[in-house]
């Protein structure tokens, strides 16, 4: 990893960080939180700084990654550090969509879409529904105050401390094992465009490489006659059934789409089942929870104010 | 969509540099960090399961990287199901909260404090 | 009458051998050790045992009469028949012999018989075992008999428990004289200890008997300490520890020493009866182990008279008497012995003195004899005697008289409620009832003071004269000459106090419940004959505590006794013209083969040269002169006694010596206080053993009890430091997961090592 960068600096980095988050947290008083969040991101900069240094300029990430990530980061910084729970989950949909930006730059666009439906359509939304529940109603005059287990973080100090040892560690651990990593073979994917004729007929038809009549033979296996090694079509005319080697267009990709959806259906369909299953099983459970009749505990129900208190359904 | 797929480097993917891999997972450890120390620090029952949200997010991040790097889609599938359960432990958890919620009259985690030696 | 009860002695099953004679000793140097009459000797050891059986099971059978009286009596007296009749049987001891029982410890290591460890309940029968046995049975049935009726109030439980403690008594001292190895002298030795425990805290009630015999068990242990190391060393240095293979061992030292040839005895072996001698000190009360016996009256006055006058505290002596030989051939054995013994007897003197209390006047005055024993035993020596004769007789004669004493004493307690004070009482011979009892104690006084033509007086006499034949221990005769005419006095001083003079009484405080009034009143004080006792009595007693008390008079067991044992000290005396006791002792199967040496010697030296040998007093050969002068230091001492405390006394109270005390300033006190001696010992051995142990508790508190108590906190310690961990709180939890996340990846990280 001493090829990617000094690890001094990421130490040093890190630590900028976890004093940062340190300052970010709540607490009693008045919490330096800009200064604090300045402070982190100070000290990620100085990483990716220092990451950018030792490698040549091809091998760097594109632009927008940076922005995606302080984008991210400084979401995921808010959402554990804001007093108020709406503001976190609202800050963590913004983690969400600049993390959706991250999948895109990594050529995942339907998860990326998918996170953003499921995560931040559902989940989230989700969430925000039972703050609004379960949140103690404010009296008339305390309004905008906030609870004490909102205003006070736990022992940040410690917190702080075991987080900046976790990152330094991780973050030495993934560089010695991203180092080491084989870089892939070339390519994955092509020998799937085999499995979709239609889809290269269409392509085809849109370059105008095949005549409106002509289609791609099949032959007797049901196998399209299609070379991916070579990249060329065998396709055939309507009436004479004579035959010709077509080339496909440079830009003939499988979309990621489906590949996911090969991935998925082809080699993992217990998988689904599973994952019916389970989200079945959630929602019963979710059901029969909130069925439950619950007592209210002897401590609160002293606490309580007066009239109001009670078992509620 | 062809653009886009330009801008990700393909006319077929190419191979990612392992320091571009290395900013994604950095980026990933730091969000996954954060989210535990979250978990740790909040005391907001709510928030803590929020923070574990974002402790899977980073997982996620980093499995779409390994994947882009790999160049097979195992990471994507991967991530569906990571959502799948995500959602699932979502639900239950904010069932259990709510019930949590309405035995003690507080989202105070540390009001639960029965297990105390 | 001796084959009957040789008869008697087989049908109880006892003994195995047949009623052979002992085959007579070959050669004079020879000690050869035959068979003794088993059927005879077994007894005399084992009916007192029988005797503990039967009262324990009356004990069971929570009998309430005189009946373990009547058994203890019965089985010691048809001992002491027994006796009579082994000593007819064997010609008063004349030849060894060696009555088995059973095996006890027969031990051996190795092939040859200096490998082994014997020990058997086998009994030595000679004539010093014999002249012991006759008088400790003797004296056990007659005091026995006595008990009877002296411990009459206690009839029930108590009664068991004090004949039980009795029998067992005789039992262990028939063990001790009869024993024929070291060990069962050993047991008979701790077990006369235990039973001299348990019979003086009879009275376990009170705390003043608990102490004593606390007191009195404690130092016997110390003195036994020396004992059992002696025993130790004989077995390490003879390799036996049976009388009949010690004796041949013995003799070449003894001989050797004899001759002058004392660099040829070994050092441990001249080691073995200084040993012996703390073991006899320690048992017999001379300096420095003494203090515990005239505590030791705490116990029943029987008690007094059977274990601490005649029988038990003889023990030591009977020890140095048994191991002469041993004691001549080692350099300081004997003169220890003598000189302790001697200065033991007028230390005691003195302190008898200056007692008011008669009981413990005698006590003193038993510690005193002994002294004379001992010194009696420490005399001899080459040109004087080879046998301690005279320590022998005076044994013998002193548990006659002694006990008559004691009895008295008893006899006066028990007639006045516990009155022991000489202060209080006054003139009883004269009181009716009372003659018999000051008859006796008139025999007795007069034997102990030394009276000539008495048995104390030849025995006394015997010693006195043994001291000044070697001039050597000259200065022991003129100490001990000293000590006699101390002892007549204070003798004649409780018998004129007590016995004679005008008569008043002021009872006890014991059985009555009277709350110790004792000023009501004097007695006439007018010498009035026994023909107006009558009357007297009636007015005494009036004056004396208002009619309320009548002093009890002794019955006819108490009669009974008193008169046997004071024509038995009047008949011991026959036993000194006849030689009798002399010729037991020097028969004794110790001296075989020395009096060889004593001849050869004789001869070598020539009489001429024995007799420039002996010692002279005033310029005469001692045993000619010694009667008269005892005889005169003697009267000297009584008619002191007569000026002091008889001539014009008017009162119980006071007597011409009164006048005479402010003259000595403090000495009389410090003689009454014991020359605290009592006080140096508590202030030297048991306040800084007190220290000690309160040092070593605190010790064990801290140290061991501490230990084991960190031990014990330990995990709790661990606990507690490691609960708080366990917060019940979610959010440490999770943040202990997460440390101990980092921990895993750090040591990954390291285990993985590779470039960083």
């Known amino acids: ?313 | 969509m062809t653009e886009l797929s330009m801008l990700a480097q393909a006319d077929f993917p190419a191979v990612m540099p392992q320091v571009t891999l290395y900013h994604y997972l950095l980026v990933s450890a730091v969000m996954f960090v954060l989210g535990v120390v979250g978990f740790v620090t909040r005391r907001n029952l709510i928030i803590m399961f929020l923070c574990t949200e974002l402790m899977f997010q980073a997982a996620g991040l980093a499995l779409i990287g390994f994947s882009r790097f790999h160049l097979n889609y195992t990471g994507q599938a991967f991530v569906i199901f990571v959502l799948t359960i995500a959602a699932a432990e979502a639900a239950m958890a904010l069932a259990l909260v709510v019930l949590l919620f309405r035995r003690k009259e507080t989202l105070d985690a540390s009001t639960w404090s029965e297990l105390k030696g | 009458m001796v084959e009957v009860l040789g008869q008697i002695g087989a049908a109880m099953g006892l003994g195995v051998t047949a009623l052979a004679d002992a085959p007579p000793a070959a050669g004079a140097a020879a000690t050869a050790v035959g068979q003794a009459p088993s059927a005879l000797a077994l007894p005399i050891v084992f009916l007192p045992l029988l005797g503990v059986i039967l009262v324990g099971l009356c004990a069971a059978m929570r009998v309430r009469s005189k009946l373990p009286a009547w058994i203890t009596v019965a089985c010691l007296g048809a001992a002491f028949a027994f006796t009579l009749a082994l000593y007819q049987k064997t010609g008063g001891g004349a030849e060894p012999g060696v009555a088995h029982a059973w095996d006890w410890i027969n031990f051996r290591w190795g092939k040859s018989t200096a490998q082994s460890l014997v020990a058997n309940f086998s009994f030595y029968i000679d004539s010093l075992t014999l002249l012991w046995m006759l008088f400790v049975t003797g004296l056990a049935t007659l005091i026995a008999l006595y008990a009877s009726e002296y411990m009459a109030h206690d009839v029930g439980p108590g009664f068991n428990r004090f004949y039980a403690a009795f029998g067992l008594f005789v039992f262990s001292m028939a063990c001790l004289v009869m024993g024929d190895n070291l060990l069962l002298l050993y047991l008979g030795w701790e077990g006369v200890g235990l039973c001299s425990y348990l019979l003086i805290g009879y009275f376990y009630k009170k705390p003043s008997a608990v102490a004593a015999a606390k007191k009195a068990f404690i130092m016997n242990r110390i003195g036994d300490l020396g004992l059992a190391l002696g025993i130790m060393l004989t077995f390490v240095q003879f390799g036996t520890l049976e009388y009949a293979k010690l004796w041949p061992m013995i003799q070449p030292y003894a001989e050797a020493a004899l001759s002058g040839r004392l660099s040829e005895v070994p050092v441990l072996v001249q080691l073995i009866p200084v040993l012996f001698t703390v073991g006899a000190f320690g048992k017999s009360a001379q300096i420095p182990l003494y203090v515990w016996l005239p505590d030791a009256m705490e116990g029943p006055t029987p008690v007094s008279a059977l274990i601490h006058a005649a029988t038990m505290v003889t023990a030591g002596v009977y020890l140095v008497a048994r191991f002469l030989p041993l004691y001549q051939a080692s350099e300081w054995a004997l003169p220890i012995v003598a000189w302790v013994g001697t200065l033991t007897a007028l230390l005691a003197a003195t302190i008898g003195m200056a007692q008011f209390d008669i009981k413990r006047i005698m006590a003193y005055s038993t510690v005193s004899q002994l002294g004379y024993m001992f010194a009696g035993l420490g005399v001899v020596s080459l040109a004087a005697t080879e046998a301690p004769a005279g320590a022998v007789f005076h044994v013998f004669t002193h548990a006659f008289f002694k006990a008559t004493l004691f009895l008295c004493c008893g006899a006066v307690m028990h007639g006045f409620a516990g009155q022991l004070d000489l202060r209080r009482l006054s003139g009883v011979a004269w009181m009716k009832g009372w003659g018999i009892v000051g008859v006796a104690m008139l025999i007795g006084c007069l034997n102990l003071a030394g009276f000539p033509f008495t048995a104390g007086y030849f025995s006394k006499d015997m010693i006195l004269a043994e001291a000044f034949t070697n001039p050597a221990t000259s200065a022991i005769g003129w100490v001990l000459l000293l000590t006699a005419g101390l002892t007549a006095y204070y003798t004649f001083r409780v018998f004129f106090r007590v016995f004679v003079g005008p008569k008043e009484y002021h009872p006890g405080d014991e059985h009555h419940g009277h709350a110790g009034d004792h000023d009501h009143g004097h007695g006439h004080g007018h010498e009035t004959g026994p023909e107006e006792l009558d009357a007297e009595e009636a007015a005494l007693a009036e004056e004396s505590h208002g009619g309320e008390f009548h002093p009890h008079a002794p019955g006819w067991a108490i009669n009974l006794v008193l008169a046997v044992l004071a024509v038995a000290s009047i008949v011991a005396a026959v036993a000194y013209p006849t030689h009798w006791v002399a010729d037991l002792a020097h028969n004794a199967s110790t001296y075989y083969g020395l009096s060889a040496v004593h001849a050869a010697d004789a001869a070598h030296h020539g009489e001429a040269a024995g007799h420039a040998a002996h010692g002279a007093v005033l310029g005469f050969n001692p045993h000619e002169v010694m009667y008269y002068i005892s005889a005169a230091v003697g009267a000297i001492g009584i008619g002191i006694a007569y000026l002091l405390h008889l001539k014009g006394r008017r009162t119980a109270e006071t007597a011409a010596a009164d006048k005479l005390l402010p003259m000595l300033g403090p000495i009389p006190r410090w003689a009454q206080n014991k020359w605290y001696v009592d006080e140096f010992y508590n202030a030297v051995v048991r306040l800084p053993l007190l220290a000690i142990s309160h040092i070593f508790r605190w010790i064990d508190a801290l140290l061991v009890d501490g230990l084991v108590n960190l031990f014990g906190y330990l995990p709790r310690g661990t606990g507690g430091v490691l609960r708080p961990t366990q917060s019940g709180v979610l959010h440490d939890y999770a943040l202990k997961m997460a440390a101990g996340v980092g921990i895993v990846l750090a040591v990954a990280a390291a285990a993985m090592g590779g470039a960083l």
């Open chain 1, 1 to 313: 990893m001493s090829e990617l960068f000094n690890p001094i600096l990421l130490y040093g980095g890190c630590a900028l960080g976890a004093l940062g988050l340190a300052l970010a947290l709540p607490r009693r008083g008045v919490s330096p939180q800009l200064v604090g969040a300045l402070i982190a991101a100070i000290g990620l900069g100085g990483i990716f700084l220092a990451l950018g240094v030792r490698a040549k300029a091809a091998e760097l990430p594109n632009f927008l990654f940076y922005i995606f990530a302080l984008i991210a980061l400084g979401g995921a910084l808010r959402v554990i550090s804001h007093p108020r729970p709406v503001y976190a989950a609202l800050y963590f949909i913004l983690t969400i969509l600049a993390s959706s930006g991250m999948y895109l730059l990594l050529s995942a666009e339907f998860m990326a879409f998918a996170l953003i439906i499921v995560y931040a359509g559902a989940i989230l939304i989700t969430y925000l529904f039972v703050i609004m529940l379960a949140t103690e109603a404010p009296t008339a005059e305390e309004v905008h105050v906030l609870r004490d287990y909102d205003r006070y973080s736990r022992e940040p100090i410690a917190a702080t401390v075991v987080g900046f040892v976790l990152v330094a560690l991780l973050a030495t651990l993934l560089g010695r094992g991203a180092a080491a990593l084989p870089a892939p073979e070339r390519f994955g994917d092509a020998p799937l465009l085999a499995a979709v004729p239609g889809r290269v007929e269409r392509a085809l038809r849109e370059a105008e490489a095949i005549a409106p009549g002509e289609s791609i033979v099949v032959d007797e296996a049901g196998v399209a006659r299609i070379d991916v090694e070579a990249r060329t079509a065998v396709v055939t005319g309507g009436e004479g059934g004579e035959t010709r080697v077509v080339e496909l267009p440079a830009d003939l990709a499988l979309a990621n789409t489906e590949g996911v959806a090969f991935e998925l259906i082809a080699a993992h369909p217990g998988a689904i089942e599973i994952a019916g299953v389970i989200l079945l099983m959630a929602m019963l459970g979710a059901v029969v929870l909130s069925r439950k009749r619950v007592e209210l505990d002897e401590q609160a129900r002293a606490a309580a104010p007066g009239a109001g208190a009670g078992a509620r359904p």
